[in-house]
């Protein structure tokens, strides 16, 4: 079965200082991989994508992700926190052969940057 | 304007009740989906729809039905609501598999 991992809760970080989300993914294949972000009382809004190619995809609000094969993770990451970027982040992937392009979620982590 | 809306933002029903969320987009999209999320389980897939024709259960689809109107529309009820099907409902819709998911606004279902 499938199943996508982030293995932390909550992640804390000072404003200014680099942040990392984890996830890990096992899903047959070659999957799809994404990041999504949700702020309180909001809707996920997408931040990147893993398709093919390099293996460091770069999205929006100055984040980026690391596709890494052989250990089947794919960390979002962003140089230097800021407060704003505090929310719920959510880790997906979908497989190849999935041509519906349903999701399967990981649990969420909750970012919280300090000034 | 949004791109994918939801109707009702908030609504807090009886156990037994009939409910009715819904789910309207303009990105001309096919593919459709409902969600549910509760703290700690991440997002979990209810329902799925590549057109008016074409209804699919995801995980989760029990006690839960969908009837996808038109391409932009796609509700989701519950028949005979629970209190465990309190939790935030999000519908969302992609233009083709492997493409980002666009997410409305979400509705928080309260079950009493």
């Known amino acids: 079965a499938q199943s996508v991992a982030q293995p932390e809760d909550q992640v804390n970080v000072a404003e200014g200082n680099p942040l990392t989300v984890k996830c890990t993914y096992s899903?047959?294949?070659?999957?799809?991989l994404f990041w999504y972000v949700q702020y309180p009382n909001r809707g996920l809004q997408f931040l990147l994508k893993?398709?093919?190619?390099?293996?460091l995809v770069k999205g929006s609000y100055g984040f980026e992700a690391e596709f890494n094969k052989s250990q089947t993770s794919f960390h979002l990451k962003k140089p230097s926190a800021l407060v704003s970027d505090s929310a719920l982040y959510f880790c997906?992937?979908?497989?190849?052969?999935?041509?519906?392009?349903?999701?399967?979620f990981g649990a969420g982590t909750q970012v919280v940057v300090t000034p | 304007d949004a791109d994918v809306t939801q109707t009702p933002r908030n609504r807090i029903t009886k156990t037994g009740k009939r409910i009715m969320l819904e789910c309207s987009q303009t990105?001309?999209?096919?593919?459709m989906y409902w969600y549910r999320q509760d703290p700690g389980l991440g997002l979990r897939l209810i329902y799925y729809?590549?057109?008016?024709?074409?209804?699919n259960k995801g995980e989760i689809s029990d006690g839960y039905s969908v009837s996808r109107q038109a391409q932009a529309k796609f509700s989701l009820s519950l028949e005979s609501a629970i209190p465990n099907q309190t939790a935030l409902y999000f519908c969302?819709?992609?233009?083709?598999?492997?493409?980002?998911?666009?997410f409305g606004p979400g509705t928080r279902l309260t079950v009493l």
């Open positions: 899903v047959s294949g070659n999957p799809y």
């Open positions: 969302a819709t992609s233009a083709q598999g492997g493409n980002e998911q666009f």
């Open positions: 729809s590549f057109d008016v024709k074409d209804i």
């Open positions: 893993y398709i093919t190619g390099d293996n």
């Open positions: 990105k001309g999209h096919d593919r």
């Open positions: 997906a992937v979908s497989p190849r052969t999935d041509s519906w392009g349903k999701l399967q």
